[in-house]
């Protein structure tokens, strides 16, 4: 069983920072592609950001050149560092994790960022 913890979520200003960790642990041997989803109030879940294991990224066109994300291999971990930070970001983002031969998805528990005008 795979577990993800997610960390790093919490209020802000238009403008600033937050950064958003997540850490894999459990039963896998391979990571397919991690990244980061988030969903806001009557919206469909979104991809945010994700990279491949062999460092191919993506970023949704809303957050490019924003929102910058990073990963600790030795760690099983990604971040995300979310910059100028806008009200529309507003949401729960989820850390997702792809992993092994069967490509199976795993999710965190969602941690809620808000951001005040």
């Known amino acids: 069983q795979v577990q993800l913890v997610e960390s790093g979520g919490g209020l802000v200003q238009a403008g600033g920072s937050l950064r958003l960790s997540c850490a894999a642990s459990?039963?896998?041997?391979?990571?397919?592609?991690m990244g980061w989803y988030r969903q806001g109030p009557g919206k469909q879940r979104e991809l945010v950001a994700a990279?491949?294991?062999?460092?191919?990224?993506a970023y949704a066109d809303s957050v490019k050149g924003r929102f910058i994300l990073s990963r600790d291999n030795a760690k099983n971990a990604v971040y995300l560092q979310m910059n100028s930070l806008k009200p529309e970001d507003t949401a729960g983002y989820y850390c997702?994790?792809?992993?092994?031969?069967?490509?199976?998805?795993?999710w965190g528990q969602g941690t809620q960022v808000t951001v005040s005008s």
């Open positions: 990279i491949t294991s062999g460092g191919s990224t």
């Open positions: 997702n994790f792809r992993v092994n031969d069967n490509a199976r998805d795993y």
């Open positions: 459990g039963g896998f041997f391979k990571i397919n592609k």
